[in-house]
């Protein structure tokens, strides 16, 4: 498990059996668990009969946890909404080492392109980078690096889920709510995504000297390993979606440990944002290492946020 950054992605989905195919063919392991109440009522998914399922990677990193959902629940993000629409959590990140392969891969499993995969620069970093989409409305960003070569990361085909992107209205006001919980931008980007970047936020067809975006990347300790990064076009705005505190089908939370929760907690609630409580810090009987104190917030743009006690 993380101890900095999210450690757990919670998925609510009408489709758990194609997503765990998903994560089986890349050698993640199943735990299923019952479905209790207190799943039920801090998550607000509506199959309340159906199982809890946690997938891991044998060597750790992120967990993903799916959820049961009836096919009727609403979406959190729309399928067909742009993809620079701001609310609620966009995608989750993960790696490959062969783009050609993971794109016939995802298509095997049940996502199909959003966008196709484009290279483009980043700094000095030029990655290839496509979106995929399932019918639960989450959008999975798969990334190849081509230069410079990745250094001290090791994976097979693909790796854990290392990053999560908010699409929002402003970068600076999701940043200040991030800061509450420990998290430090440490890049900051202004201005157009060079190479075929633009493709990536379908922003292609705008005039070139306004296609620019504000994306920006924060963790506690400055790591790409449970980072959350945001992106907003100013020149270009959409209208954000209202998205659910609780239930609907998606990208439902991130999950992060905090080494303090209790002290975490009355900083929330003595700042300006505690109007974006969802529940209240309380002892909960949750899976694995989320059966500990949380509670949940609501990001600026809808982006829930589950904040637990650090195991020791």
Not at 295 to 300: G, K, L, T, Y
Request: net charge negative; charged share 20%.
């Amino acid at each position: 498990m993380r101890r900095k950054g999210f450690s757990h992605v919670v998925i609510n989905t009408a489709h758990a059996d194609t997503l765990g195919g998903f994560f089986t063919a890349l050698g993640w392991q199943l735990q299923t668990e019952a479905l209790d109440d207190a799943a039920v009522a801090f998550w607000g998914n509506t199959d309340a009969h159906g199982a809890l399922h946690r997938w891991q990677l044998p060597d750790g990193g992120s967990e993903v946890i799916l959820l049961p959902a009836s096919i009727e629940e609403p979406l959190l993000r729309p399928v067909a909404c742009p993809v620079a629409t701001p609310g609620g959590i966009f995608d989750i990140n993960m790696r490959t080492d062969d783009s050609d392969w993971a794109c016939g891969f995802l298509a095997a499993h049940g996502w199909r392109e959003l966008v196709s995969p484009v290279a483009w620069h980043f700094g000095e970093v030029e990655t290839k980078e496509g979106l995929f989409i399932q019918d639960d409305g989450i959008v999975m960003a798969v990334m190849q690096r081509l230069h410079p070569p990745l250094q001290g990361i090791n994976f097979d085909r693909m790796s854990d889920i290392f990053n999560s992107t908010q699409m929002v209205t402003s970068v600076e006001r999701t940043l200040a709510f991030l800061q509450l919980f420990d998290f430090e931008q440490f890049v900051d980007h202004r201005g157009p995504l060079p190479g075929e970047g633009a493709r990536v936020l379908q922003l292609e067809d705008q005039p070139e000297e306004t296609a620019h975006v504000r994306l920006s990347i924060a963790h506690p300790d400055g790591a790409m390993d449970g980072s959350i990064e945001l992106i907003d076009v100013p020149a270009h705005p959409l209208p954000s979606i209202d998205v659910a505190k609780l239930g609907g089908r998606g990208l439902r939370a991130l999950c992060i440990p905090m080494e303090d929760v209790e002290r975490c907690y009355e900083r929330f609630m003595s700042s300006e944002w505690s109007d974006r409580l969802i529940h209240p810090l309380s002892h909960r009987q949750l899976p694995g290492q989320l059966n500990t104190d949380i509670f949940s917030v609501a990001a600026p743009d809808g982006g829930r946020l589950d904040l637990y006690q650090c195991p020791d």
